[in-house]
């Protein structure tokens, strides 16, 4: 697995790229922010191969451009109709960014926040693992509890697979729907 630098944020925090490889061409590269896959080159039936993500070439563009290309998107993915919702009797307001809802976690959710990355052991079967993780506070985009979460990228061994893992934990009731948005 390879890490190089991707660039600074507007506020001067660094982002990583990291490149994973299962040896039989499939390549995987994913950023820190918002644990956006970048890449993901297949190998069609003559082993050509190519880069089957629709993204951008710079970090400029996922700040400043992205509608949602290759992110993490939580705490929750899809619509929260107007931007509210009853949880155990009380009603939490949420961050709009769609009209009058909540869309994928809010105007700064999951996507738009920087991830702590690392390589981890692949377990058997599997060439390469990265696990990405982030804690969001409580009351982070209006949602109520602490919710750690980390998200594991995995290419097989044996073939050109890629696996998504997600885990998470949290302090109190809370909703959540993870998921991931690449456009292939």
Not at 61 to 87: C, K, Q, S, T
Not at 122 to 135: H, I, V
Not at 139 to 150: D, I, M, R, T
Not at 170 to 177: E, G, H, K, L, P
């Amino acid at each position: 697995m390879k890490r190089r630098d991707y660039g600074l944020l507007p506020d001067g925090r660094p982002v990583h790229e990291y490149t994973l490889s299962n040896g039989l061409g499939l390549t995987l590269t994913a950023i820190t922010l918002g644990g956006i896959v970048t890449g993901l080159w297949v190998p069609d039936a003559q082993g050509r191969s190519a880069n089957v993500v629709l993204g951008f070439d710079n970090l400029g563009d996922y700040v400043h451009r992205n509608p949602a290309f290759g992110i993490i998107v939580g705490r929750y993915g899809n619509r929260i109709a107007r931007a509210r919702f009853e949880l155990d009797g009380e009603v939490h307001a949420l961050s709009c960014n769609d009209g009058p809802n909540c869309l994928h976690g809010g105007t700064e959710g999951f996507g738009h926040r920087l991830w702590a990355a690392e390589p981890v052991e692949p377990q058997p079967g599997e060439a390469a693992a990265l696990q990405l993780s982030y804690t969001s506070p409580h009351g982070e985009q209006g949602f109520p509890g602490e919710l750690a979460v980390q998200v594991r990228y995995a290419l097989s061994a044996t073939a050109n697979t890629w696996r998504i893992d997600y885990t998470a934990t949290t302090d109190r009731a809370t909703v959540i729907n993870l998921t991931h948005h690449d456009y292939f």
